[in-house]
């Protein structure tokens, strides 16, 4: 296992990040500084095609353009002070400190080939310092809510996962372990990290459309997942917006009985609510809905349960992805084991509801979302 860290508390005063400009922001910018339209295309091909890491990097840019824009603007915020990679190689977590010291973490999960897919590379992100929602078995929502993040701290997370995907695709290929130009860098996007993506939402549509654009990072909608614990009224306007993205939704339970014991927000928007809306969302977009079940011994997986949430989505497109829990030092959850699991499959097969038993990768490096920030601050503060 890697573990390297930085607890340098001292965070430097930045320029503000060109992350931050929309498409037409930076060629507004451009304009005003008296280059010509085309140099706003070159500029945001080097920015998210090339993830250049530094504006001297960007050869198609002239100098003297290269140097105003190092007066006037960043790159990025976010400054790495902690990885740790897991011992399989599989799974690698980064913390970052942001410009005004608050820390994210963000998440590079590696799958080799299975014969129906290729190898891929999922960036799970972050979209807010900490959480609001209060759910009892994530590390996050037990550290509470601080700030949204900005459009450019959100695509700065999958820019710097991109940066190290891309190198270690051509180490395979210099390696002789790949064939020459399969250089994927990321391939999947997952809003599953710190935070509620919804409850942060212009900012995480903004963030979607610059990872989706074809002149930059280019990862297709289809491979964008966004996750969400059940903001029906985002839900809804989510569906509006004409993106071909993923919807997950963390739903953990099958009654609210059992919901609200472990997420406070279906005191809000109870279950049935929240799977009507399901419903119009799915009728509206033709996209099927993934729903997150984390699986809490005692709590949540008995085949009754099972049972139940087999009648509640019947009739939805949907698939249920069951995740043994990431145990949080703060939180009263075991693990579920695997043949309980299995069961809780079998019942749902009962309805004909498709599911996926989903080990979670990086157990062995806290990979759970919030758990390397609680981690960093027990050093940092040792």
Not at 68 to 86: A, D, F, G, N, P
Not at 96 to 112: A, H, K, Q, S
Not at 309 to 338: K, M, Q, S, Y
Request: with cysteine; charged share 25%.
């Amino acid at each position: 296992m890697n573990h390297n860290v930085s607890s340098s508390s001292n965070v430097s005063l930045m320029l503000p990040s060109i992350l931050e400009l929309s498409r037409q922001s930076l060629t507004d910018s451009i304009l005003e500084m008296g280059e010509k339209k085309f140099r706003s295309d070159q500029l945001w091909r080097s920015l998210y095609h090339d993830v250049s890491e530094t504006f001297e990097e960007m050869s198609t840019l002239s100098k003297p353009f290269r140097n105003s824009l190092r007066e006037k603007y960043s790159i990025s915020t976010l400054k790495e002070v902690m990885l740790l990679t897991s011992s399989d190689r599989t799974t690698s977590k980064s913390l970052y400190r942001l410009g005004d010291g608050e820390l994210i973490e963000t998440v590079m999960m590696r799958y080799e080939s299975d014969g129906h897919r290729r190898n891929r590379k999922t960036a799970c992100i972050s979209t807010q310092a900490g959480c609001a929602l209060g759910c009892t078995f994530c590390a996050t929502g037990q550290q509470g809510f601080r700030r949204n993040l900005t459009v450019g701290e959100i695509v700065g997370q999958v820019i710097d996962m991109q940066r190290v995907a891309i190198a270690e695709d051509r180490a395979q290929i210099d390696g002789g372990r790949r064939s020459k130009g399969e250089v994927q860098g990321v391939t999947n996007v997952v809003f599953m990290g710190m935070g509620e993506p919804l409850a942060n939402y212009k900012n995480t549509i903004s963030a979607i459309r610059v990872l989706n654009d074809g002149q930059g990072l280019n990862i297709g909608a289809r491979h964008i997942t966004v996750s969400t614990v059940g903001l029906i009224p985002e839900i809804l306007k989510l569906a509006d917006e004409d993106l071909q993205i993923n919807l997950a939704i963390s739903l953990h339970a099958p009654d609210n009985v059992t919901r609200s014991q472990t997420m406070p927000v279906n005191k809000r928007y109870p279950v049935q609510e929240l799977i009507n809306a399901c419903h119009k969302y799915a009728d509206k977009t033709k996209r099927r809905i993934f729903f997150e079940y984390v699986l809490l011994k005692d709590q949540n997986d008995s085949i009754e349960q099972a049972q139940k949430l087999g009648r509640l989505l019947n009739g939805l497109h949907c698939h249920v992805n069951l995740i043994p829990v990431n145990p949080t030092a703060g939180g009263p959850f075991e693990r579920t084991d695997l043949i309980s699991a299995k069961s809780f499959q079998g019942g749902l097969k009962q309805y004909g509801i498709p599911s996926t038993i989903r080990m979670e990768k990086g157990i062995d490096i806290n990979a759970g979302c919030g758990q390397l920030r609680e981690r960093a601050i027990d050093i940092f503060n040792n």
